[in-house]
């Protein structure tokens, strides 16, 4: 792990459809995660490997690992497509750019689970920053899972 790649040069998944295939291709020694910040250059600032943390939103208290969300899918799943799989990985936090400001975006990363934050969400150490999601990526996601049309479903955000 040679530090952090410099965002600009990090490719960019441009469709939802890219995300599946790059879950497709990984091999089973690489877990990818979806994590929602600022980027691997704001998360990593100390390099890849070294201590990387979240903050907790209620307490402020420094978290063991990164928040993210795993793009491994469950064994439960069966043969459902694939596709609504990462749909649903990708719609469950999208609240997260509107709460924590600008710049914030998802990107994809490989990396390993070092425990579980408040919110019982994984904690990882990121081995290696993948590839940022786009837009269309996002709102193809979002149709994906508003075709659903389920009425007792919707993103992990809490109100007030």
């Keep these: 792990m ?58 402020g208290i420094e978290l063991p690992g990164l928040s993210a969300n795993p793009l491994a899918v469950e064994s439960w799943w069966g043969d459902r497509p694939l596709r609504l799989w990462v749909a649903r990985r990708l719609y469950d936090y999208r609240h997260l750019r509107e709460l924590r400001g600008p710049g914030v975006r998802p990107w994809v990363l490989v990396g390993e689970s070092c425990g579980r934050g408040p919110d019982n969400e994984p904690l990882v150490r990121c081995h290696r920053p993948v590839a940022w999601v786009s837009e269309r990526a996002l709102r193809e996601a979002d149709r994906a899972v508003e075709e659903q049309a389920s009425p007792e479903w919707g993103p992990l955000h809490r109100t007030d």
């Design 2 to 59: 040679n530090g952090v790649r410099n965002e600009a040069v990090m490719p960019v998944l441009d469709d939802l459809d890219e995300v599946v295939d790059l879950l497709r291709k990984t091999g089973p020694d690489e877990d990818l995660y979806v994590r929602w910040s600022r980027g691997p250059e704001a998360d990593l600032a100390s390099g890849c490997g070294s201590e990387q943390s979240s903050k907790d939103g209620l307490t």
